[in-house]
């Protein structure tokens, strides 16, 4: 297990420097196999960020796109 003052120092970092951090642990665990699949994934993903910025759409937390999406499927 990591040392606990590097967690604790980690932790007190601002937030957008744990955000690279993460994504740098998350991509350890799952390297990309494919750069091209992922560079259009990040473009996705920065146009609904942009989009969801001016108003174009909404959002709704979690537990609540599960349940629409349940009761849309359910048989």
């Known amino acids: 297990m ?19 951090i993460a994504e ?15 560079e259009a994934w990040a473009k996705e993903i920065a146009s609904r960020y942009a989009a969801w910025e001016r108003g174009e759409c909404g959002s709704s937390d979690a537990l609540e796109a599960a349940t629409r999406l349940r009761k849309a499927h359910s048989t």
């Open 24 to 38: 740098l642990l998350l991509e350890s665990l799952n390297p990309p196999e494919d750069s091209a699949h992922r």
């Open 2 to 20: 990591a040392d606990h003052a590097i967690i604790e120092d980690l932790l007190s970092l601002p937030v957008e420097e744990r955000v690279g």
